[in-house]
């Protein structure tokens, strides 16, 4: 079974979004920094109540997925559809924008850390238009794992396979066969897992450092760095001195052209402007 190396290092930068939240942006910094069908990967990691109250107030999506994970803190979303979720440490929200979305989310704590991710996912040609949809997972929703050598895996999407157990996570079905797994190791611990050849896959440590790979081609991947991986059948990483925590994210890659403006993701020119007359008519959703 070949095992993936790693491909090329995608640094996160400074960013700001919403009304000005301070976060670090890896993939999405431009369009040569995607992974398809991965679009974007913001990380908010701040202990000042500054870089995140104004939070990210109610705007547009089409053409895509978000998927929001947080470690530490608190977040209200609401939807024009009607939704209204509370997104608390260790939970996740899976938003599928489909047709269209308009929605708002807003940090409900005055103080302390707030800490998560927003991914986003790119839907499939056939898929772009379809109905908008909500899953809020709570975090005893998520299954998670004790490894051997100590350490957890959280299973937040696709399936986990490791000493014997199958472990399904909180999201099955969707077209692209999402993996993502959030990884936490000891000191030096290894974690090693299939992965099918045909899937895009990256690694994005948010704690301590890894090295990806065999002992013999390892090489290191620092903490807020996105690592892309080689293709092979197997994903192998080793933690550093200080242990490590990372995501793991793996997907069937859709080959379809991707323009982007803003908050919409879509196929063509022509679908982008009929995303902005919709948006401005009211006719997005």
Excluded: C
């Excluded at 807020?224 to 925590?245: K, M």
Aim: charge should be negative.
């Amino acid at each position: 079974m070949s095992t993936r190396s790693l491909q090329r290092i995608i640094r996160s930068i400074p960013a700001s979004d919403g009304a000005g939240v301070k976060l670090g942006r890896s993939l999405g910094q431009s369009p040569f920094h995607r992974v398809d069908p991965f679009l974007m990967l913001d990380e908010i990691s701040s202990d000042s109540p500054d870089d995140y109250l104004a939070g990210f107030p109610a705007h547009p999506h089409r053409g895509f997925e978000t998927v929001t994970y947080l470690l530490e803190g608190h977040m209200l979303h609401e939807d024009h559809l009607g939704n209204r979720g509370d997104l608390r440490s260790g939970g996740v929200q899976w938003m599928t924008a489909g047709r269209g979305i308009i929605h708002s989310e807003m940090p409900q704590q005055e103080d302390g850390r707030l800490h998560g991710f927003q991914l986003w996912i790119n839907l499939p040609a056939v898929e772009k238009m379809k109905a908008a949809a909500y899953r809020d997972i709570q975090p005893n929703e998520i299954p998670h794992i004790e490894l051997a050598q100590g350490g957890t895996a959280k299973v937040i999407a696709g399936t986990l396979e490791i000493a014997g157990k199958v472990i399904h996570g909180a999201m099955q079905g969707l077209s692209t066969a999402p993996l993502f797994f959030d990884v936490r190791l000891p000191a030096n611990g290894i974690f090693s897992h299939p992965v099918t050849a045909t899937l895009s896959a990256f690694l994005y440590p948010y704690e301590g450092a890894l090295t990806i790979g065999t002992p013999d081609i390892a090489l290191p991947l620092q903490a807020h760095e996105a690592g892309v991986l080689s293709s092979g059948e197997q994903i192998e990483v080793r933690a550093g001195a200080d242990g490590a925590g990372f995501l793991l994210l793996a997907a069937h890659p859709l080959g379809e052209p991707v323009v982007q403006y803003g908050p919409f993701v879509m196929n063509t020119k022509t679908e982008i402007e009929q995303a902005i007359q919709d948006y401005e008519s009211g006719e997005l959703v």
